[in-house]
């Protein structure tokens, strides 16, 4: 009984971690509990914390409670976990095979550094030109992107705090940015940090949290539309960190 509400647990960690919303978890939770053969059971989740408790017909009880320290968004492992979850409801698997087929699904890069390095860079030129800027200023923007996402691999390293990560990737952008001012290559920094900062804004998050909220988990919306205002709080922090220290504004 353990072991299979633990192994539920571990599948909805994994898809509360991969940005899953929360209904979604705790719905997939409670229903391979019941595959199981659960009687009944009870499932509290919100994005930092994960509470169930599950009933058999024997009328054991058992309670097991988990706390999410990182949260990001990888939709093709959402996929792949909820294809998961349905083949648990539908087919007898066995533990072992359950726990093969999840390791194998969270050990699956679903995209390497250089892909993302690519994306950050063509996103961040793409909206450079959006915003009206010329050739020159898409080029430096293309080319600072690709090291924001590389400045934000090393800060997650260093420190597992998404906010900590775009203060440092918003001061190295400006710093980027403005030494490209000073060198002469782009005759102002505005429309080229417009398209910087666009890769950074957390417009997934926000979406999240009113998802969250439009479909009733209140705490997980809130607490999604905290994180997102200050990951916002802290691009800006980090922007006019560089510049006061630069001498930019006074």
């Excluded at 898409?138 to 203060?167: C, E, M, P, W, Y």
């Excluded at 607490?223 to 800006?236: G, T, W």
Aim: net charge neutral; hydrophobic share 50%; with cysteine.
């Amino acid at each position: 009984m353990k072991e299979k509400l633990c192994l539920a647990m571990d599948i909805g960690e994994q898809m509360l971690v991969c940005g899953a919303e929360v209904h979604r978890v705790e719905d997939s939770v409670k229903r391979i509990c019941e595959a199981f053969g659960a009687v009944r059971t009870d499932v509290f989740i919100i994005t930092s914390s994960m509470v169930v408790t599950v009933q058999y017909g024997e009328g054991d009880t058992c309670t097991q409670t988990r706390r999410i320290t990182s949260t990001g968004t990888d939709f093709e492992k959402i996929h792949r976990l909820n294809a998961l979850s349905r083949k648990i409801c539908a087919d007898d698997m066995t533990v072992s095979q359950i726990r093969e087929e999840l390791a194998h699904i969270v050990a699956v890069n679903t995209y390497p550094l250089w892909a993302e390095c690519v994306c950050y860079a063509v996103i961040s030129g793409a909206f450079a030109l959006f915003f009206g800027g010329g050739g020159i200023e898409a080029a430096v923007a293309f080319a600072i992107g690709a090291q924001v996402r590389l400045v934000i691999t090393a800060a997650d390293k260093a420190i597992s705090n998404k906010i900590f990560s775009k203060f440092i990737a918003s001061f190295t952008a400006t710093a980027l940015a403005f030494a490209a001012l000073k060198l002469g290559w782009v005759p102002t920094v505005d429309k080229t940090m417009i398209g910087i900062i666009m890769t950074l804004i957390p417009g997934i998050g926000l979406t999240n949290a009113l998802r969250d909220l439009f479909t009733g988990d209140s705490i997980a919306g809130l607490l999604r539309s905290i994180e997102a205002v200050l990951s916002a709080l802290a691009i800006a922090a980090g922007y006019f960190l560089f510049a006061a220290l630069g001498g930019v504004i006074g």
